[in-house]
């Protein structure tokens, strides 16, 4: 199967996707794997406003939520003070794990983004969300990209993980698993939970870049499911896109990530053909809810 898509097909189908709406980034200034350069200095002084309000925003919510990983990592990261220059953390992301980071225009097509994770890139969006969507955004900016994601890749067993993730992808492209595999990242690299001798933590970038699913997520009593994450029925589970997850699945270290990610998925995905996908809200017999309902 030939999995390239050409520029224009991919705008094509996000602007079908999208009911017409345009994609928002320029695409015009970029090189064969959606790289564009940053541009720093054409940030405006309310755009470097607007991120530091979303950092306190978020800073206030994370002590006692976000993992420590998470919170140790921005605290080195030092990008309070605005919209961060991608240069100057991708260097000492380099340093630490290997990973570097790569400017795109906004979403990028499958196949490009797999490539990049399975080469330890990371894409960030460079432009910023307007001051209207401080609540809630659609597509990734650059607040959720390098908030959200950057932090967690100073983690060496995390920063494998998704590398290994980019890889699946790519054979997961081959063997028609994409959207079985899409799941596990929704349900881990943007919204997953981890259990930590402190009590259970956030280390999706969905929910600690989010001003809301913070405190939801962690709040017993709603009609959210915390289940241990178990990596095939992880796959079968559809989620939620336009509301906080109605499941939210909890590991035990990152290390379960990247040994569950280890066999090959092949037979996983042929199985999985044959049984039937799960609403997000489903409680299997053997499961037990770890956040108790109040
Ligand atoms: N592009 N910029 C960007 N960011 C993403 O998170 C992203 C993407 N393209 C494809 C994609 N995610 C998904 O297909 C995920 O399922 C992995
Ligand atoms: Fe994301």
Not at 71 to 97: C, N, Q, R
Not at 243 to 261: A, C, N, P, R
């Amino acid at each position: 199967m030939d999995t390239s898509v050409s520029n224009e097909d991919f705008l094509a189908t996000v602007a079908e996707k999208s009911n017409g709406a345009a994609l928002r980034g320029d695409y015009a200034h970029m090189d064969a794997h959606y790289v564009v350069q940053q541009d720093w200095a054409a940030y405006t002084e309310a755009e470097h406003d607007l991120w530091r309000k979303l950092y306190q925003r978020q800073m206030a919510l994370l002590p006692g939520r976000a993992c420590d990983e998470f919170i140790e990592a921005l605290a080195k990261m030092d990008i309070s003070a605005g919209i961060p220059v991608f240069e100057k953390t991708s260097k000492e992301l380099f340093a630490a794990t290997g990973w570097t980071i790569v400017a795109v225009p906004g979403l990028i097509p499958e196949l490009t983004f797999f490539d990049h994770l399975a080469n330890r890139r990371f894409p960030v969006t460079v432009w910023l969300r307007k001051p209207e969507e401080f609540n809630y955004i659609v597509e990734p900016d650059v607040f959720h990209d390098f908030f959200g994601h950057v932090p967690l890749l100073f983690n060496p067993v995390f920063a494998d993980y998704m590398q290994r993730y980019g890889q699946g992808g790519l054979k997961a492209m081959r063997l028609g698993g994409l959207d079985e595999l899409a799941r596990l990242y929704w349900y881990t690299v943007e919204f997953g939970l981890i259990n930590t001798p402190a009590g259970i933590r956030i280390y999706g970038a969905g929910i600690l870049s989010s001003g809301g699913e913070v405190e939801y997520c962690l709040t017993p009593g709603t009609k959210s499911r915390h289940i241990r994450l178990d990596i095939e029925r992880c796959l079968r589970t559809l989620y939620k896109i336009d509301s906080y997850q109605e499941t939210y699945f909890v590991i035990d270290s990152y290390q379960q990530l990247f040994d569950g990610t280890a066999p090959d998925f092949t037979p996983i995905y042929q199985k999985l053909k044959s049984m039937d996908v799960l609403p997000a809200n489903t409680l299997l017999a053997d499961e037990i809810e770890l956040l108790p309902a109040l």
